[in-house]
């Protein structure tokens, strides 16, 4: 009876010592760090790879040292020029410095979320629609300066901040449609007043240099029937410079003068 009372008691002993010994072991992936505290104080980070604890002094909490996304819910913004949209955006981060991810903060994923949120709406409401639409790339370094700078202290890393999508109202995506429209309309009386403004020049220096040079007036003319020629149609142009029909005309009216006044 002794006997088997002393295996059993060897038995039992064994396995509250292979249970206590695995309480003792943890394994950590490269990409995880252990915080461990020593009777309810900081002693230091462990990991990755075999971690030993002393078990009911040490307890270790486990942090991941990936990068982290979460994904910034739609928030109700109100532009400076006073047009209320939706926007969403997704935030990448991965956290730095495990000791002060797990002391300085209870929870560093709801607390980097929820500053997200307001950081994103505070941002935004600084600018106006256009700059929102246009301008994205600026906007999210801004946030993503402000978010860093922020949760710097939380030992967290904000490395990229996306808008995703910009939720407008159907009247003002009409007034955004009518806007573009006149802007093109805008655009094309410009390019046309400019065309017209460069022919005019083009013209203004082409019968600059024709009321140089008689001849080229005279060539000019010959290219015009070979053109017309060109047709094969049976209109006949006979080109008359002004400069020859005008001492004709003052030389009929010399001669017809006096024959009228007789």
Known sequence: MSAAWDIGLTTLLLFALLALLASA?????????????QLGRFWRVKGPGLVILI???QQMVKVDLR???IDVPAQDVITRDNVSVKVNA???????????AIIEVENFLGATSQLAQTTLRAVLGKHELDELLSERERLNLDIQKILDSQTDSWGIKV???????????????RAIARQAEAERERRAKVIHAEGELQASQQLAQA?????????????????????IAADKNSTIVFPL???I?????????????PRDAG
Do not use: C, W
Not at 245 to 257: I, S
């Open 245 to 257: 029909l005008g001492p004709l005309v003052e030389g009929l009216r010399r001669h017809g003068g």
């Open 25 to 37: 072991l943890r394994i950590l992936r490269e990409y995880e760090r252990g915080v461990v505290f």
């Open 67 to 69: 990068v982290l996304v």
């Open 241 to 243: 410079p002004v400069d």
């Open 90 to 100: 997704v935030l990448y981060f991965r956290v730095v410095d495990p000791q002060r």
């Open 55 to 57: 078990p009911g002094i």
């Open 207 to 227: 019968a600059e240099i024709l009321g140089r040079q008689p001849q080229a007036l005279q060539l000019r003319y010959l290219e015009t029937l070979t053109v």
């Open 159 to 173: 490395t990229n901040v996306e808008i995703k999508h910009v939720d407008l109202s159907d009247s003002m995506v």
